[in-house]
């Protein structure tokens, strides 16, 4: 949907939607990246007004962000992508999905949290050229009592740490530069047009 006045301007927008923070950081550090590599790109949180004012016409590629939380990526997430859908189609784009899954040591659910990954752009009928599985963030510290205990409870079947006294990161950061540095990658070749992602 184009909006009749846009008036936000960024080149590589990165949008995202998180519950506890770990998205909207992995969101910023991808962007941070991008501008290093040249290109004029922020963290636009899906919720922020501001989405309905995007320029599209100057967006040169897009990446969009979500965490699991109960099997299930943001509902914001999931309607921006509806609305968006052809916009996110027409140029280079990425979903990346955030979850404590896609660091278990149990394959089983390393494949399941990639499933859940791909269908989630799959259902809004997006293509994007990428999905990628990022390790979150075990934010006991965060959580109230019930959360902690879910959390410990699930942590302990995913072999991922349950002393609940402390947070733990577990956010591969050297691979989250790499997505932006892959980003700008597909920018400048236009490799896009040949997607990886059925
Ligand atoms: C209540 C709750 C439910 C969660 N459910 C899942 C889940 O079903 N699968 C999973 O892999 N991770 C799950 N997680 C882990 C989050 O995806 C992880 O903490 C992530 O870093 C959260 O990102 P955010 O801070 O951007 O929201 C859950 C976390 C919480 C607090």
């Known amino acids: 949907m184009t909006p009749l006045n846009p008036t936000v301007t960024c080149e590589v927008p990165v949008f995202y939607a998180t519950t506890e923070g770990q998205t909207r950081r992995i969101a910023e550090r991808v962007a941070a990246v991008l501008r290093e590599e040249g290109f004029h790109s922020r963290a636009i949180d899906v919720a922020d007004p501001e989405v309905a004012n995007i320029n599209w016409t100057i967006v040169r590629g897009v990446l969009v962000g979500a965490s699991l939380h109960r099997h299930e990526?943001?509902?914001?997430?999931?309607a921006f992508v509806k609305a968006h859908a052809a916009e996110l189609n027409s140029r280079p784009s990425v979903f990346f999905s955030v979850s404590l899954s896609a660091a278990s040591r149990n394959l089983a659910e390393v494949e399941a949290a990639r499933d859940i990954a791909r269908a989630f752009p799959a259902a809004a009928g997006w293509q994007p050229h990428d999905v990628v599985t990022i390790a979150g963030c075990l934010a006991y510290s965060h959580y109230n009592f019930l959360t902690r205990l879910l959390m410990k409870h699930i942590a302990r079947?995913?072999?991922a740490p349950t002393d609940?006294?402390?947070d733990y990161e577990m956010t591969d950061w050297a691979a989250v530069d790499g997505l932006g540095r892959d980003m700008a990658g597909l920018i400048r070749d236009d490799e896009w047009r040949v997607p990886r992602v059925a």
């Open 164 to 166: 609940t006294r402390r």
């Open 73 to 78: 990526h943001q509902r914001s997430a999931a």
């Open 157 to 159: 079947k995913e072999g």
